[in-house]
């Protein structure tokens, strides 16, 4: 790490890694739950469900502590392009948090199911049921998801450039 590399504080380093842990879980289990039949099926939603509406809180505590503790500078002599790109990525990971537990939430309450989260909240229904819309939305939330992972993707991929390609205190800063 450069001399002029501030870390981010503990608690944006503990959400940061925590929520890149509930992420990674949430993708790999809706992609299990979507090929699987039977009763693991339903153990899969209903975890699923719990760790998206996690996600959604999460994520709001995570803005908060942002505004609060802005992220360190990136390094001056990266490219220009590379600190927008950054940037965007970073927003459209907050976004695609935010949006994807919205959009499974208002996918069930179209579909008619209940959402019971860590099994012992019920969350309402934010849509009226309708068959249609239910349709449009598990799209739509399939849609974002294979977004939500390519982004996840990458931005790994340039915390592994930064970390041993350009060695710049980057990584270390999350770390």
Do not use: C
């Not at 450069?2 to 940061?16: E, G, K």
């Not at 996600?55 to 392009?81: C, E, K, S, T, Y």
């Not at 993707?153 to 990584?171: C, E, P, Q, S, T």
Request: hydrophobic share 60%; no cysteine.
């Amino acid at each position: 790490m450069s001399a002029s590399t501030q870390r981010f504080p503990l608690a944006s380093r503990i959400l940061h890694w925590g929520m890149a842990v509930l992420v990674l879980a949430m993708l790999l289990i809706g992609i299990g739950m979507v090929s699987t039949t039977g009763p693991d099926y339903y153990r899969f939603l209903s975890v699923h469900r719990s760790i998206g509406i996690a996600i959604l809180v999460l994520v709001a505590i995570r803005l908060i502590n942002r505004a609060i503790n802005p992220p360190p500078p990136l390094p001056r002599d990266l490219p220009g392009w590379q600190k927008a790109l950054a940037s965007v990525s970073h927003w459209l990971l907050y976004g695609l948090m935010i949006v994807l537990p919205i959009i499974g939430w208002a996918m069930l309450s179209a579909g008619g199911y209940p959402i019971l989260v860590f099994g012992v909240v019920h969350l309402p229904a934010i849509l009226p049921h309708d068959v249609a819309l239910f349709a449009v939305l598990r799209t739509l939330h399939t849609v974002f998801a294979v977004l939500l992972f390519a982004t996840f993707l990458a931005h790994l991929g340039a915390a592994l450039f930064h970390g041993w390609i350009r060695r710049d205190g980057v990584l270390e800063s999350m770390a």
